[in-house]
């Protein structure tokens, strides 16, 4: 998968968060998220890390503590598209394997790989709280479900610009 | 029958959440007012009138945590309200977000007056970005109308919310873990020498409340506190947002007076179970919570009488589960969610959950043995009593109420004896 290549209008627009909060190292954990948010790749590169660790004066193994001990941080990079399967208890009782079978068949990946083409990732996640639909799943911040098989494919070709009429 | 209430859910998909009128035309903002009228006191005078005791979990009187907290001395005060509903099974809280933030803005207010607070944070967790901007735009419009900001409704007093994004950490419920993440650091849980409500967010006095309790208060001021009151059993009084979900007809969140059985939840409220199978057994309280045999069926849904049985309201989760699951898979769910989950701050919870899960993996592969069975039930109570917070104390809860109610499906899954040194 491609990395994000961390140019200058990359860090200038980081460092317009960073000045939005101040400079203030209380907060970091928001400063990392919007950061995140700005790279395609859904991480935060290294590069990133250190830059920002140097601009709130803080060691780098504080700010790679946070990264790593929150599940929505990342440190490496991931598809276009996020596709996180709930495997919680409740998704379990559900059955939440039939959507992974589904899943991994589409899109030719099994869970936690990236598609070729970079634009999707499979992976598990915890309860996201969509139990009155479940078995659910979801993608980048939009939750899927009742779901069945063909409103599963109708989904993914969606994300993938293919129509379907 | 049905015995579900509307008290707290009164306005769950009654009004458009983009449109602040619509909230004001249901009473929306009545019980702020009333609020401003009855000053601390008489705010915490209707609290402890209407018996309401913590939604999130841990079950203390809110009129009780106000009273002290507000006796807290200190010019820069912090509201925090949780909506990092992590527990799984549990998405009453988003309901409450969705469809009546309003009510859970007013309530901070309500607490802020109490307080005297003039900062306010609402944590929501990450999961529920899509309710972030939602509930900005709540904050938003409350603003405008001068019911945030300064000065609110010409009392003098000045409050505000700002929406903090969660970051996908369920021990970052814990309030202490919470308030460490807020202030940019992982979420690990504080020993606690002070009370939150003493030093808090950035050491300042924090009064942190669940969203469902912040909500009820909106809505005892509103009906009033003996009103609220009546509902419910006498011990444990009004009325309860339940995460019905599982292998049942109507998942969904309900609101429910204390009292009802756990019969009709299921069968009445939930409509039974799907595709007409027998029950094998539900859990409460999500995750943390306990196994509910169906023999226990009968018990009323009420802090003392679930208390009696070792089992715990929580978060207000109703899990059923049907005659085809094997209880060592469903505990192995479980399990691999407390293992993610473990902070690793302390060595109970950390090394317990890795050694449970290994165990727990030999039963659900048919591998287990005598010993397995003794080491993992002495492993849950050392969690149970000597781990640093609440997450690693309750993790076992499930497997130790599951053992004691279905040793059997234990026993089918030893494979053979192993003697002991």
């Known amino acids: 998968m491609e990395k994000t290549i961390v140019d200058r209008s990359l860090l200038n627009s980081i460092d317009e968060i960073i000045e939005r909060y101040n400079c203030d190292k209380h907060n970091l954990l928001t400063i990392l998220q919007e950061s995140q948010g700005l790279i395609p790749e859904h991480y935060i590169p290294e590069v990133v890390a250190k830059h920002i660790g140097i601009r709130l004066n803080m060691p780098i193994s504080k700010v790679y503590d946070v990264i790593t001990f929150f599940s929505a941080l990342n440190d490496r990079p991931k598809g276009k598209h996020v596709i996180q399967l709930c495997k919680s208890s409740v998704c379990r009782l559900n059955k939440y394997q039939s959507l992974r079978d589904i899943l991994e068949r589409e899109l030719l990946i099994k869970m936690g790989e990236t598609t070729e083409d970079g634009s999707f990732t499979l992976e598990y996640s915890a309860c996201f709280g969509a139990c009155d639909v479940s078995p659910a799943f979801r993608i980048d911040d939009k939750v899927y479900g009742n779901l069945t098989e063909g409103k599963i494919i109708e989904i993914i070709n969606d994300y993938r610009g293919i129509s379907h009429g | ?421």
């Open chain 2, 1 to 421: 029958m049905d015995r579900t209430v509307s008290i707290i859910s009164k306005n769950f998909k009654k009004y458009n959440i983009e449109s602040i009128d619509e909230y004001l035309s249901l009473g929306g903002f009545k019980a702020l007012e009333k609020a401003f009228d009855l000053g601390p006191k008489g705010i915490i005078n209707e609290l402890n009138a209407s018996g309401l005791r913590g939604r999130g979990g841990a079950a203390y009187p809110t009129g009780k945590k106000w009273e002290q907290a507000s006796r807290v001395p200190g010019h820069r005060k912090v509201i925090i309200c949780n909506a990092d509903e992590g527990e799984p099974a549990t998405f009453k809280d988003r309901y409450l977000l969705q469809y009546d933030p309003y009510k859970v803005i007013e309530g901070m207010i309500i607490a802020a007056i109490t307080f005297n607070a003039n900062e306010g944070y609402i944590y929501i967790r990450e999961e529920y970005k899509y309710l972030h901007d939602k509930f900005r735009r709540a904050i938003q419009l409350s603003k405008e109308k001068g019911f945030l900001g300064e000065n609110i409704l010409n009392n003098g007093f000045n409050f505000d919310i700002t929406v903090f994004s969660g970051a996908g950490a369920y021990v970052c419920g814990e309030s202490t873990a919470l308030i460490e993440s807020m202030e940019g650091k992982s979420g690990r849980p504080r020993l606690k020498l002070n009370r939150t409500s003493e030093k808090g967010l950035y050491q300042l006095p924090t009064l942190a409340n669940n969203v469902e309790t912040l909500a009820a208060v909106t809505s005892i001021l509103y009906t009033g506190g003996e009103e609220y009151g009546k509902y419910g059993t006498p011990s444990s009084r009004g009325t309860k947002l339940i995460s019905l979900c599982g292998n049942v007809n109507r998942p969904g969140a309900y609101e429910v007076p204390f009292g009802v059985t756990l019969r009709e939840i299921v069968y009445d409220i939930g409509g039974g179970i799907k595709e007409g199978k027998a029950l094998k057994f539900l859990q409460l309280g999500g995750a943390s919570g306990a196994i509910v045999p169906p023999s226990l069926l009968d018990l009323k849904y009420c802090y003392e009488e679930l208390g009696n049985k070792g089992i715990d309201i929580g978060s207000g989760a109703v899990l059923v589960a049907d005659e085809t699951n094997r209880v060592v898979d469903f505990l192995k769910s479980v399990q691999d969610f407390f293992l993610h989950e473990s902070c690793g701050k302390c060595t109970p919870c950390r090394e317990g959950n890795r050694q449970i899960t290994k165990i727990l993996n030999r039963f659900v592969t048919g591998e287990g043995s005598v010993e397995d069975l003794k080491t993992i039930e002495r492993f849950s109570n050392v969690m149970k009593y000597a781990s640093f917070c609440g997450l690693g104390k309750t993790a076992p809860t499930a497997l130790l109420s599951a053992i004691e109610h279905f040793p059997i499906e234990f026993y089918q899954q030893i494979h053979r004896v192993r003697k002991t040194s």
